[in-house]
């Protein structure tokens, strides 16, 4: 095991509070101290070199390469015992990387990598389930990090790290030629690296996946290191596998379930995440053990809302049941099944007043209304809480949050039940929606997508397991000889055969298999991204309670992108992956596209390394041939550092957009890239003129956080019939618009809805929230230092100028009536001072 943190540099980024201060805003004191006590334990393809010995019926493979166990069409070689090895590629896991970053930013305390190299534990199934020639993502991930680390971009593209010599620092103490040399070789050790570059106040250790499994079973959950420099898993694990195959998983999340101890097996219960992708498609598993609290599922902070009144409603039954009915302008906050207090005067419960008991909402008619029931958890409702309530005793009621239990399977348990009816259990499992969590409206309630899916991914388990090998779209299988499409057809067969069950009669079984067959060897860099961050998000819920965990799948997938894939290819190039499940034209077109980002920030440096990856922008050495075009007028703050990937500590202070590219040459260094500084708006003297619309682009991504400039550039794109991607995030939440020319609505044709006005009366008279407070000094400051100025700006022309000052006053009184044209001119005279001085009058009495 290795350390890579001493204790006094642990200690002072861990009272770094500027570097976490959005965190701490978005998640919480509570859930922020519960983040920085996890322990996240990543087990996934690091790169490097692993030998194993496999039986005499297995194929010879060549990782990184391709494979030599098929010759010709498809033709199974024999080979001896002795010479029969698999080897895995250099290149990692890019989803490990991508989750691994994402828990690095959050904060997570401490990492744990479960390093294969060389490990006795590991089987050729790890080594044949992951091919990183077409792993887009993961190779950009190296580049970047040798080239961090390495300090020159040639040593990204060096694929002997035994020619890399230059000395780095590790925890202040310099490494000699030879220890630097050794690291290289170890991929594990790199990402280490690499995370501890990312963010430093992250602890990190690396483990073999046999001595992790023995740390799980020997220590209790909670174990604290008793000696220095041995791992524990801590007081707040979580594990999580990354593009394993479903028998590895399987393993780790027994694991996690059950700790075998003198009497049998007990409970164990650490918090379990699988994550993997497959060409176009991926999934998500979470197992949080059989008794997981939500401590609140949504993060929001309840906000008190006025009453008009409370009616009782005629019931069946011995609940009564209660209308709610809100105060004329105002809109609840509420949906079935949440649970509301009401608030007044008599509610505190002290000094002898009734306390109202809390009510559960069976319906919401309307933004304004909706009915209740008394709560079942409290005690019996008192006769005379009732009466005050219907009569006027509560001015408001507030939702309250109610931590809630929630029972997780086991993947052994969904996938192979231990029953005698296991089969027909599967298959009731794998219908069962409620196992499912929605992410497309449309396919997430397809039951033969759904099975279909899942079959897949169990017979490509089978299939690595049987050839140790990812399944190949290339060669044309005759009928003594056949192609992986049929091998993997065959295991699905055997797969429904297995679960008692009949192959769905259904074009869209077809479908999906024959393209999840076809394209499950590529790694897909847009599913990356969205599938790591969806995990790293499942691992902060584990650990903090915060927000509704995924229950207990999650299927998504693009298969739409596949149409016209026909000149797929399985050669080299900067895109491998992509070219291979999309084809080559998508990647030259890509590499000859001239993208416009507008933002460096947060979203912008995640969009620059999914762009590095994908090979945009590596067109001819001529800019009108692929180039990108960032801009960016902001600067890096210390507080930028754990939301934007492609900052360091050095870079505080520095534009974001220069930063940014000289962070995504470490990624592509083949990448052409304009870095600006200047504003994108109406100031015709800038680089992004009109000429530069009409033609210096053909797609813009908007990574904005304001609604003006968004508008703005809609509007060019409209004008100029471009292509507009916008996005936008707060706090957990997120969205992203497309806008295809003429297929779509722009982005100015629709606007979010008003935010709930606060009125005047309440505003001046009667504010009864912080919020009031607060809007109350905004009006002013804005009164004071914005409206003010502005009406004297206005108005100082024409009075200064004016022979007789009663025709000024009239024509307010006629525009703005007598109050209000009152108060202008008692404001006007404050601001302009004495009008004879204004207007250059020698008598003081004119009026």
């Given at each position: 095991t290795t350390n890579n943190n001493n204790n006094s540099k642990k200690k002072k980024v861990d009272n770094d509070d500027e570097r976490y201060s959005r965190q701490m805003f978005a998640l919480g004191a509570r859930a922020h101290k519960l983040v920085r006590s996890t322990t996240a334990i990543l087990d996934g393809p690091m790169g490097g070199k692993l030998a194993s010995k496999m039986d005499d019926d297995d194929v010879i493979i060549d990782g990184a390469d391709g494979f030599d166990g098929l010759q010709g069409n498809g033709e199974e070689k024999n080979n001896s015992k002795n010479d029969a090895v698999a080897t895995i590629s250099e290149v990692p896991s890019g989803l490990l990387y991508e989750v691994a970053k994402n828990l690095a930013l959050s904060g997570v305390g401490r990492i744990i990598l479960v390093d294969d190299d060389n490990d006795d534990?590991?089987?050729?199934?790890?080594?044949?389930y992951f091919d990183g020639a077409l792993d887009d993502l993961g190779a950009a991930y190296r580049r970047s990090a040798l080239s961090e680390i390495f300090g020159s971009s040639t040593a990204a593209q060096d694929d002997d790290e035994s020619t890399i010599t230059k000395k780095i620092d590790v925890d202040d103490e310099e490494v000699d030629e030879s220890d630097l040399e050794e690291s290289a070789v170890s991929g594990a050790t790199l990402l280490a690296e690499y995370i501890q570059r990312l963010n430093p106040g992250v602890q990190v250790?690396?483990?073999?996946?046999?001595?992790l499994l023995d740390l799980m079973q020997e220590s209790d959950k909670g174990g604290s290191e008793e000696e220095e420099g041995t791992v524990s898993l801590g007081t707040n694990p979580v594990v999580v596998c990354i593009d394993r195959s479903q028998s590895v998983q399987l393993e780790m999340n027994d694991a996690c379930r059950y700790k075998c101890t003198a009497t049998g097996k007990s409970e164990a219960s650490v918090p379990f995440v699988s994550v993997e992708t497959a060409g176009?498609?991926?999934r998500v598993f979470c197992d949080f053990g059989p008794k997981f609290v939500v401590v609140d599922e949504d993060g929001e902070t309840p906000r008190s809302t006025l009453l008009n009144r409370v009616e009782e409603v005629d019931s069946s039954n011995n609940s009564t049941l209660l209308t709610v009915h809100c105060l004329e302008g105002e809109r609840h906050d509420v949906s079935y099944g949440d649970v509301i207090q009401f608030q007044g005067d008599q509610s505190d419960g002290q000094d002898g007043n009734v306390k109202f008991p809390k009510y559960q909402v069976t319906s919401v008619k309307s933004p304004s209304c909706f009915t209740v029931k008394r709560w079942e958890e409290e005690k019996e409702e008192s006769a005379e809480a009732?009466?005050?309530?219907?009569?006027?005793?509560?001015?408001?009621?507030?939702?309250?949050?109610?931590?809630?239990a929630t029972t997780f399977l086991s993947l052994r348990e969904i996938l192979h039940p231990s029953d005698s009816d296991d089969a027909a259990k599967t298959t009731a499992f794998l219908e069962d929606e409620s196992l499912f969590a929605p992410s497309d409206l449309d396919k997430s309630f397809d039951p033969v997508r759904r099975r279909a899916v899942m079959t897949s991914m169990t017979a490509l388990d089978l299939f690595v397991k049987k050839y140790n090998r990812l399944p190949s779209r290339s060669g044309n299988g005759t009928k003594q000889k056949r192609t992986d499409i049929d091998r993997f057809h065959s295991l699905i067969r055997k797969v429904v055969k297995e679960t008692d069950a009949a192959s769905p009669q259904s074009d869209t079984w077809d479908t999906v298999i024959n393209q999840f067959a076809q394209t499950c060897r590529g790694k897909f860099t847009p599913i990356q991204a969205l599938s790591g961050a969806l995990a790293a998000q499942e691992v902060l819920k584990a650990a903090t309670g915060l927000y509704n965990p995924v229950h207990q799948f999650l299927l998504y997938d693009c298969d739409e992108v596949l149409h016209g894939n026909e000149d797929c290819s399985e050669s080299e190039s900067v895109a491998s992956g992509q070219s291979y499940i999309l084809g080559e034209h998508i990647s030259k077109k890509l590499a000859r596209s001239r993208i416009f980002l507008v933002g460096a920030g947060a979203i912008g440096c995640e969009l620059l390394k999914n762009l590095s990856a994908m090979g945009a922008a590596t067109g001819s050495s001529n800019t009108k041939q692929g180039c990108l075009i960032i801009t960016d007028m902001d600067t890096i703050e210390k507080s930028n550092l754990s939301r934007q990937l492609l900052f360091r500590d050095h870079d505080v202070g520095e534009f974001k957009s220069t930063a940014?590219?000289?962070?995504?040459?470490r990624f592509l260094p083949d990448c052409h890239i304009e870095a600006h500084t200047s504003r994108v708006g109406d100031e015709e003297d800038g680089p992004f003129d009109d000429d530069f619309w009409a033609s210096g682009c053909n797609v813009v991504l908007n990574a904005l956080d304001n609604v003006e400039a968004r508008l703005f550039v809609d509007r060019k794109c409209v004008s100029h019939g471009l292509g507009l991607v916008d996005a936008g995030t707060l706090g957990p939440k997120?969205?992203?618009q497309v806008v295809v020319p003429n297929n779509?609505?722009?982005?100015?044709?629709?606007?979010?809805p008003p935010e709930p006005d606060i009125p005047v009366c309440t505003l001046k008279n009667f504010p009864y929230e912080i919020s009031h407070t607060i809007q109350w000094a905004r009006d002013l400051f804005d009164g004071y230092f914005n409206r003010?100025?502005?009406?004297?700006?206005?108005?100082?022309?024409?009075?200064?100028?004016a022979e007789d000052l009663s025709k000024i006053a009239q024509a307010l009184l006629d525009k703005l009536g007598e109050d209000a044209a009152t108060d202008m001119a008692e404001e006007l005279g404050e601001d302009l001072g004495v009008y004879p001085f204004v207007v250059g009058s020698d008598d003081p009495s004119d009026p």
């Open positions: 534990a590991a089987t050729p199934t790890d080594a044949g250790d690396i483990v073999k996946r046999g001595k176009v498609h991926s009732l009466m005050i309530l219907l009569g006027g005793g509560a001015r408001s009621f507030v939702r309250v949050k109610i931590p809630k940014a590219r000289t962070a995504m040459m997120g969205n992203v779509s609505e722009s982005y100015g044709s629709s606007a979010d003010r100025p502005r009406q004297a700006n206005d108005h100082v022309g024409e009075i200064s100028q």
